[in-house]
């Protein structure tokens, strides 16, 4: 089964949750609220032959690193990478999900 039947798109195309929060984080890097965001610039190792690739990685005005994972559901082996990522990195970890009216949901991991 190809990852594109699974519901995933290939490296570095957005799908169109991913495509509307970049929006918001550009919205956010024009207001001066963020410093920086790069869509899937951090790729992190988990395990050998184990890796994550955050949706986007974002620079607070206090030069934070923040590492925001977008989805629109999440399926169990996401969640788990996220998990562990979170545990095994020094980073911020946000979940970041689409709610109703447009509004988003984001929560630290």
Same mark, same amino acid.
């Given at each position: ?41 951090? %790729? !992190?190792?988990? @395990? ?5 690739? +955050?949706?986007?990685? *974002? ?21 788990? %990478? !996220?998990?562990? @990522? ?5 980073? +911020?970890?946000?979940? *970041? ?13």
């Amino acid at each position: 089964m190809s990852d594109l039947a699974l519901g995933r798109m290939k490296a570095g195309k957005m799908n169109q949750t991913e495509a509307a929060y970049a929006a918001l984080l550009e919205a956010c890097k024009q207001a001066g609220e963020i410093v920086w965001y790069s869509f899937e610039g951090i %790729k !992190l190792r988990l @395990a050998d032959k184990t890796f994550l690739t +955050v949706d986007f990685a *974002v620079m607070t005005t206090d030069n934070v690193i923040e590492l925001h994972e977008v989805k629109g559901f999440m399926r169990e082996d996401a969640n788990v %990478k !996220l998990k562990v @990522a979170a545990a095994m990195y020094p980073f +911020v970890f946000k979940l *970041v999900r689409k709610g109703k009216g447009g509004t988003w949901d984001i929560r630290e991991i």
